[in-house]
């Protein structure tokens, strides 16, 4: 047997373990894992030192193409995730048009396919019962779970998000918890996970207006128009419907002690509730803020010290199964400006592999979790595993090789994002992604992009249902 490639003499990393040995691939599969010396290749790569990861898996994504691309586009998001060692990122939904039906999925992939540097799944977005009807087609058409925007107002012609709610805006405003339960019933039936974002937006918009009134500019009266019970009581609210409805809910992007504390409690009753947190509830707290100024405005909120601990407590517990960067650019001048009318979001796809590394470098985490949170845990729950997620032979030869002697600065200049606004500018890590590589061909080395635009769409194959 030749092999097309064999990447050699690495530390293979698993969630299970850690062990010196080589990878053969064929064909764009992974082929063998075990001792391969001797072997013929027609290439080679020396992983000695290094660690070999499956590729890492970024779930949350929102690269604003179509529609938005003043903010970001699918080219310079996918080629900063290749950078940053991410070999497949699951792009959320809201786009302009977003993918509320299967016309608006297919003409969104076609889009996409011809831009994407690494491979991509797509998210369905829940419009209530404006789309209801359409969530089967969704299913059908190939996206890889559901997404809904709780807690937002929506643009009425555009469906994009309302950051900043305001009385006089043209808005559509969040169904209610009827209308809500009605999609879950129907995202049930389909045996597909809902993902929400978690935030009451009733309670959010009286203290925002109560906050305003009294003149507060500063990050802590932020902090109060958005308080973590505004996000445990939807989380909670969520717990109930899904449960009533049947389906496998995922929080995203939590940020709060109680977030975590509801999670594990539904876990603990066997209810089929996954969570995610991002790097910049884990390194960034409040404190951060008049260092980082508005590029830290994101949401839900960064919060005090002590929700950073509880969730690192919770990913320790298995209350949080993965970590998503929640990247969402805006451009550089509608960043600049007070806390109350500057765009939420912030970049995040090219940091994300680096930040846990780092976290792992510190003690936080093992690579064995790193392994589990970025690539094994997102796609068993987005029905991606066995062809993501794993180095088992038959697998898509997807892997993120990792030096952990690399200590450098995050910086700004080095994303591939086109604006790049994010909080972590300055930031010291200890390890980095060297090299990666999608369905075996090399997309990535040091840092440097060195294919096309070769990433593909991946559809689910497996029902979540039976994997989360
Ligand atoms: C996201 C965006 O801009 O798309 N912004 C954010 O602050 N997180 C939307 C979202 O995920 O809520
Ligand atoms: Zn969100």
Same mark, same amino acid.
């Given at each position: 047997?030749?092999?097309? /490639? ?277 390194? /960034? ?171 593909? /769409? ?11």
């Amino acid at each position: 047997m030749v092999f097309d /490639l064999i990447i050699q003499n690495g530390s293979i990393v698993t969630p299970q373990s850690t062990s010196r040995n080589d990878i053969g691939i064929i064909a764009g599969k992974i082929a063998v894992v075990g001792n391969l010396d001797g072997s013929e290749a027609k290439e080679r790569y020396n992983a000695a030192g290094k660690y070999v990861f499956s590729g890492f898996i970024d779930e949350h994504v929102h690269s604003r193409d179509p529609g938005l691309t003043r903010k970001e586009d699918f080219t310079h998001s996918t080629m900063s995730a290749a950078a940053g060692g991410v070999t497949t990122i699951l792009e959320m939904p809201n786009s302009i048009p977003p993918v509320k039906d299967a016309a608006s999925f297919h003409a969104r992939a076609h889009v996409l396919e011809s831009k994407a540097y690494v491979d991509f799944g797509l998210w369905g977005m829940v419009l209530g019962d404006y789309n209801r009807k359409d969530l089967p087609e969704l299913a059908e058409a190939g996206v890889i779970g559901f997404k809904f925007f709780w807690g937002y107002a929506l643009d009425k012609k555009t469906f994009a998000l309302i950051y900043n709610f305001s009385a006089s805006d043209d808005v559509r405003m969040p169904p209610d918890e009827g209308e809500i339960y009605d999609a879950f019933q129907v995202i049930g039936q389909l045996h597909k996970p809902v993902a929400i974002h978690a935030e009451n937006s009733h309670v959010i918009t009286r203290l925002t207006i109560h906050e305003l009134a009294a003149g507060n500019v500063d990050y802590a009266s932020f902090l109060r128009s958005r308080p973590s019970y505004s996000e445990a009581m939807t989380i909670q609210s969520g717990i109930f419907l899904a449960k009533a409805a049947g389906v496998h809910l995922h929080i995203v992007h939590i940020s709060s002690g109680e977030g975590v504390e509801l999670i594990k409690e539904a876990r603990r009753k066997g209810l089929p509730i996954t969570g995610e947190t991002c790097p910049h509830y884990l390194v /960034l707290s409040d404190e951060d803020y008049p260092r980082v100024t508005g590029n830290m405005k994101i949401y839900p909120p960064v919060r005090e010290k002590h929700h950073q601990n509880q969730l690192w407590e919770g990913i320790q517990c298995g209350a949080i199964q993965t970590i998503g960067s929640d990247h969402a650019p805006h451009e550089e001048k509608e960043k600049k400006g007070d806390i109350w009318s500057v765009p939420a979001g912030a970049c995040g796809v090219q940091t994300l592999v680096p930040l846990m590394l780092n976290a792992a470098a510190q003690g936080r985490v093992s690579l064995n979790q790193v392994a589990a949170l970025l690539s094994e845990n997102p796609a068993r729950i987005w029905g991606m595993y066995g062809q993501k997620g794993t180095l088992l032979a038959g697998a898509d030869a997807d892997i993120t090789i990792v030096d952990m002697n690399v200590n450098r600065t995050l910086r700004k200049e080095e994303l591939f994002s086109k604006n790049k606004i994010n909080p972590f500018e300055g930031m010291n890590v200890q390890g980095t992604p060297i090299a990666a590589f999608v369905r075996g061909i090399q997309i990535m080395e040091n840092g440097k992009l060195i294919s096309g635009p070769i990433g593909r /769409l991946i559809k689910p194959s497996t029902s979540c249902q039976a994997q989360w």
